[in-house]
């Protein structure tokens, strides 16, 4: 399974715009990264998965680069709900595997 | 929509003692149930993983003996902590999937050994 690498923490105001990126160098070509959060007091809640470019939904967005090498979860107009543990996990799930969490980062929103 | 319930969502036992816990899958098929640890300060460590019509697959570092899963149907799986001490201490969290789909994951459950 590929490793991922996020930054530990990032601090926002609510209104915001929040970028968390991830470094996942030996990504296979049969995995996808999905993004996943937690907030207190509860489990990992999915995001947004995607395998290559640029996927949206009501949520968030993500951008991959072209190598697959990196990719960036893009939080537009962050509040105080936002603030969270955000995993970044890359799994060939067809497979079959169990997500592999990493440390994650945590965000932090201010009023 | 897809939803886990997980409980208890926290409960304490004495050291030595077993403690169990439930994972109940609604609104789609648990045909693998994963089991993690976080403890304090740390991330999910994946405990194990079970998949309906095969053999329950553990990680390193986490045994049978000491975490007993159950997965009987496509709704379904406990996991007991055996002898629990203050190592076992954590969140203790199941995700479940339908094949080819996400996980969905419980809100855990807390344990404290006292």
């Known amino acids: 399974l590929a490793k991922t690498t996020q930054p530990p923490s990032m601090e926002a105001y609510e209104g915001q715009e929040v970028n968390v990126s991830c470094s996942h160098t030996?990504?296979?070509?049969?995995?996808?990264i999905y993004w996943y959060r937690q907030v207190p007091h509860q489990g990992p809640q999915f995001i947004i998965q995607?395998?290559?470019d640029y996927v949206v939904n009501e949520v968030a967005s993500l951008f991959i680069s072209a190598d697959r090498k990196l990719s960036t979860l893009s939080l537009p107009w962050v509040s105080l709900r936002d603030a969270a543990v955000y995993y970044c996990?890359?799994?060939?799930?067809?497979?079959?595997?169990?997500?592999?969490f990493g440390t994650g980062t945590t965000v932090s929103v201010s009023p | 929509g897809a939803l886990v319930y997980q409980y208890p969502r926290r409960t304490i036992c004495k050291s030595g003692t077993s403690m169990r816990m439930e994972c109940q899958a609604v609104?789609?098929?648990?045909?693998?149930v994963a089991w993690y640890r976080q403890s304090p300060q740390k991330t999910f460590e994946l405990i194990a993983l079970?998949?309906?019509?095969?053999?329950?697959?553990?990680e390193q570092n986490f045994t049978q003996e000491k975490f007993p899963i159950s997965h009987p149907n496509l709704s379904f799986s406990s996991m007991t902590v055996l002898n629990a001490y203050l190592e076992d201490r954590g969140l203790y969290l199941c995700g479940a999937r339908e094949t080819n789909s996400d996980y969905t994951f419980g809100s855990g459950t807390r344990l404290l050994v006292i």
């Open positions: 030996n990504i296979a070509t049969s995995e996808y």
């Open positions: 609104g789609f098929q648990a045909t693998s």
């Open positions: 996990i890359v799994t060939d799930s067809q497979g079959g595997r169990a997500l592999i």
């Open positions: 079970s998949t309906v019509n095969s053999a329950i697959k553990y």
């Open positions: 995607g395998y290559k």
